[in-house]
């Protein structure tokens, strides 16, 4: 196999794992508002908490998938890289903007203990939550689609020639699906009521979810000339959405977060492997489209990266295993401390 399709392989399991990771961490700061809402602001100060608190020991470690795939882009395909960010320069602006305010939120609501500035934070959360996977499903679906791409691998069109019904549903669908992952997550590390108003949030967002995620793969997939391969993974997307809810029916939450864990991952490989052997499908003219060849850096620069991913992406796993199997077992509001900080708790296993 060429060392330029084994790197297009490895940046699709990147992003692919990023969506899957961070999905959560998104659906929860979405959820909020709506799970954390208590019968007085005492209540509602608990079960903000302990919402924020399921995500506490894996969100920053799950960002870095977002900054390996953006740093092995640029390594391995500098021209896909440089095309993409010229042509998504103001919706990536606004998705590291976001991420900053969200974490900032995430690290800062707990270091004063008045609900005014809690508050606050709160929506920052919230902002820095939904606007991620909205800008990026509408930035990966346009690549996808197929963008305005001249002979000197420029970026011709403008922010308005981005929004499209298309990339639209593939924002809507990407925060709806999250919105769901996050739900299924909190039910599945939590105890007692919030565990099941996220089961009911589910079961409610997850049907929703449901439906976007078939629309978006079918109109994907007759537009962009589907393979026999794209059907059954976007097939699979769709029965593990189904089956995820069937688990949240019957109370296995582990099932129903393993369903749109595979849902999420089907539906992001399924893009990949539409574009594949393309990186930038250009709609001006086919053969000025990127591709896994001429957008690609030199032999040596792929055999020197692809050496030192065989050392050091296996610790990078083992060490996010371990994590996640140290922080595997599920917390409650009366694990919680009584004293105001921190928030995002580190608790025991």
């Known amino acids: 196999m060429e060392l330029t399709t084994v790197w297009f392989i490895l940046i699709a399991v990147l992003w692919t794992g990023y969506f899957i990771l961070e999905g959560f961490d998104f659906g929860v700061g ?12 005492a209540e509602t100060e ?24 953006g740093g092995a882009m640029f390594a391995a395909f500098p021209h896909w890289y440089a095309t993409m960010f010229s042509g998504f320069y103001l919706p990536l602006l606004l998705v590291l903007v976001a991420l900053i305010v969200r974490n900032v939120g995430l690290e800062y609501r707990p270091k004063r203990n008045d609900m005014t500035w809690r508050r606050r934070w709160d929506l920052m959360i919230v902002f820095g939550s939904v606007l991620p996977p909205l800008l990026l499903g509408v930035a990966l679906t346009n690549t ?22 298309l990339s639209l549903l593939g924002g809507v669908t990407h925060v709806v699906v999250s919105l769901a992952h996050g739900a299924f997550f909190v039910a599945l ?9 996220a089961r009911g949030l589910g079961a409610r967002v997850g049907v929703v ?9 079918l109109w994907l997939g007759v537009a962009s000339d589907g393979t026999a391969l794209t059907w059954a993974t976007s097939a699979v997307a769709v029965v593990a959405l189904v089956a995820a809810l069937a688990f949240n029916r019957r109370g296995a939450e582990g099932a129903a977060f393993a369903g749109t864990f595979v849902t999420i991952g089907m539906t992001v490989a399924t893009y990949f492997l539409l574009l594949f052997p393309d990186v930038m499908p250009s709609s001006t003219n086919e053969a000025w ?12 620069t792929l055999t020197i990266m692809t050496w030192a991913a065989v050392i050091f992406l296996p610790i990078v796993l083992a060490y996010s295993a371990y994590n996640y199997w140290v922080f595997r ?16 708790e580190r608790v025991e296993s």
């Open 46 to 69: 608990k079960r903000r908490r302990l919402v924020l608190t399921t995500i506490g020991p894996f969100w920053d470690g799950n960002e870095v998938w977002l900054i390996t795939a």
């Open 30 to 41: 979405m959820m909020l508002p709506i799970v954390g809402k208590g019968k007085n602001a």
């Open 209 to 217: 979810a449901g439906v976007l995620v078939a629309a978006l793969l």
């Open 289 to 300: 489209s990127l591709t896994t060849t001429n957008a690609a850096s030199s032999h040596l």
């Open 144 to 165: 996808v689609r197929g963008l305005p791409i001249d002979q000197n691998m420029e970026f011709t069109g403008s922010l308005l020639s981005l929004l499209n019904p």
């Open 329 to 344: 077992k599920r917390v409650s509001i009366q694990m919680l401390s009584e004293e105001s900080a921190p928030q995002i």
């Open 189 to 197: 590390k939590t105890k007692g009521d919030v565990r099941e108003l």
